[in-house]
């Protein structure tokens, strides 16, 4: 079995082609991150128009690397939401076209559900687990017990993790994307100079919170800049490393709570925050204490790819989904039923 996975909820417009015995034979990722880089933010519509040029070329360029044509492929699975609605349903549109003209079976795949099912496509590891997925646009705990068997245990209630890391990094004048410029400052500082908030620790509960932080980020800097009149090197090194230090200590705290709460063999993390090597042994001691084992996929298919979507369309087929030309590209799609509607971003 072959599927084609096409994705393009967010600024990546990407395909795939991988196997029912989980080999991806091509990923490719066309990022729009310069096209974007101008506005401080993605922009929806320049985005979806450059999924709407970009999509066909990702497809042919991803058969074209796996030496195939589509006469080879089982199925096309496609993102159908959650995200920046012009570009779900530019990819959904362009799947659409390849199901019509060749008569292959269409599977609509939650974005979500695409990075939850990573570790099976990775390590092909057995339900139930648990997954953290912390990005630049999510962040939440979900426990999953099959390829649609998804329980939200909690979230961010504001930003997302990478959100707020993107945010400091502005305040303090590093380029974009933050997370990365952020670790880099962070490894030379003194995590305990500032005293930032440990924002929900007092509350019961996997819930999360990251705007507080920032905040708390930002009049430590105006404090500093109107006692000394700017920045010194040493003082952004420091507030990086407190905020790195409190993000880490947030996200393993309340990772330990969701261990408690679904004690399962396994705690797996998706989205570039997963990149961030203080945040990874934070997760990975919290999982050794509770007797789980650690699993961070390859950061190129932790961060949003067409391969994620091929394999969880793969996992959808077996269950007997299909989908018809009336497939809908959906803005919010929570993954249970029992989810509040995500903040920040519109997902
Ligand atoms: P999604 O739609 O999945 O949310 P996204 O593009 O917003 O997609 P990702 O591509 O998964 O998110 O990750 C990008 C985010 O990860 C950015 O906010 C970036 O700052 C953050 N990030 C990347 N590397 C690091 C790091 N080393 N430490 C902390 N954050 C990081
Ligand atoms: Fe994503």
Same mark, same amino acid.
């Given at each position: 079995?072959?599927?084609?996975?096409?994705?393009?909820?967010?600024?990546?417009?990407?395909?795939?082609?991988?196997?029912? /015995?989980?080999?991806?034979?091509?990923?490719?990722? =066309?990022?729009?991150?310069?096209?974007?880089? /101008?506005?401080?933010?993605?922009?929806? %519509?320049?985005?979806?128009?450059?999924?709407?040029?970009?999509?066909?070329?990702?497809?042919?360029?991803?058969?074209?690397?796996?030496?195939?044509?589509?006469?080879?492929?089982?199925?096309?699975?496609?993102?159908?939401?959650?995200?920046?609605?012009?570009?779900?349903?530019?990819?959904?549109?362009?799947?659409?076209?390849?199901? @019509?003209?060749?008569?292959?079976?269409?599977?609509?795949?939650?974005?979500? @559900?695409?990075?939850?099912?990573?570790?099976?496509?990775?390590?092909?590891?057995?339900?139930?687990?648990?997954?953290?997925?912390?990005?630049?646009?999510?962040?939440?705990?979900?426990?999953?017990?099959?390829?649609?068997?998804?329980?939200?245990?909690?979230?961010?209630? #504001?930003?997302?993790?990478?959100?707020?890391?993107?945010?400091?990094?502005?305040?303090?004048?590093?380029?974009?994307?933050?997370?990365?410029?952020?670790?880099? %400052?962070?490894?030379?500082?003194?995590?305990?100079?500032?005293?930032?908030?440990?924002?929900?620790?007092?509350?019961?509960?996997?819930?999360? =919170?990251? =705007?507080?932080?920032?905040?708390?980020?930002?009049?430590?800097? #105006?404090?500093?800049?109107?006692?000394?009149?700017?920045?010194?090197?040493?003082?952004?090194?420091?507030?990086? @490393?407190?905020?790195?230090?409190?993000?880490?200590?947030?996200?393993? %705290?309340?990772?330990?709570?969701?261990?408690?709460? =679904?004690?399962?063999?396994?705690?797996?993390?998706?989205?570039?925050?997963?990149?961030?090597?203080?945040?990874?042994?934070?997760?990975?001691?919290?999982?050794?204490?509770?007797?789980?084992?650690?699993?961070?996929?390859?950061?190129?298919?932790?961060?949003?790819?067409?391969?994620?979507?091929?394999?969880?369309?793969?996992?959808?087929?077996?269950?007997?989904?299909?989908?018809?030309?009336?497939?809908?590209?959906?803005?919010?799609?929570?993954?249970?039923?029992?989810?509040?509607?995500?903040?920040?971003?519109?997902?």
């Amino acid at each position: 079995m072959i599927f084609l996975g096409i994705e393009s909820s967010c600024d990546d417009t990407a395909a795939a082609l991988v196997t029912g /015995d989980r080999r991806i034979l091509s990923s490719v990722v =066309s990022s729009q991150t310069a096209l974007h880089a /101008d506005f401080g933010g993605i922009v929806p %519509e320049i985005a979806a128009r450059a999924h709407a040029e970009r999509l066909d070329l990702a497809v042919e360029q991803a058969l074209a690397e796996a030496g195939l044509s589509l006469d080879a492929v089982t199925g096309i699975a496609v993102t159908a939401g959650p995200g920046l609605i012009g570009g779900v349903m530019a990819g959904v549109m362009c799947a659409k076209g390849i199901a @019509a003209g060749t008569g292959l079976p269409l599977v609509g795949v939650n974005h979500l @559900a695409g990075h939850a099912l990573t570790p099976r496509l990775t390590d092909g590891v057995d339900f139930p687990y648990l997954m953290l997925l912390v990005s630049g646009g999510h962040c939440q705990f979900l426990r999953v017990d099959g390829p649609d068997a998804f329980t939200r245990l909690g979230g961010t209630i #504001d930003d997302a993790p990478g959100e707020a890391f993107d945010k400091l990094a502005k305040l303090l004048a590093l380029p974009q994307p933050g997370g990365p410029q952020v670790e880099a %400052e962070a490894a030379q500082g003194d995590p305990r100079r500032f005293p930032l908030p440990r924002p929900l620790l007092d509350r019961p509960g996997c819930d999360l =919170s990251f =705007s507080g932080l920032k905040t708390a980020a930002l009049r430590q800097r #105006d404090a500093l800049i109107a006692a000394q009149g700017g920045l010194r090197t040493t003082d952004r090194r420091d507030l990086c @490393a407190a905020f790195q230090s409190a993000v880490a200590e947030v996200l393993a %705290e309340k990772s330990r709570r969701a261990l408690v709460l =679904s004690p399962v063999p396994l705690l797996a993390v998706a989205g570039g925050v997963a990149a961030n090597v203080q945040i990874r042994a934070a997760l990975e001691h919290v999982a050794a204490e509770a007797g789980a084992r650690f699993l961070a996929p390859p950061l190129r298919l932790c961060t949003d790819n067409g391969a994620m979507i091929a394999w969880a369309g793969i996992e959808r087929f077996r269950l007997g989904h299909r989908d018809g030309m009336d497939l809908a590209a959906r803005p919010r799609w929570p993954l249970d039923g029992r989810a509040a509607p995500m903040l920040g971003h519109g997902k």
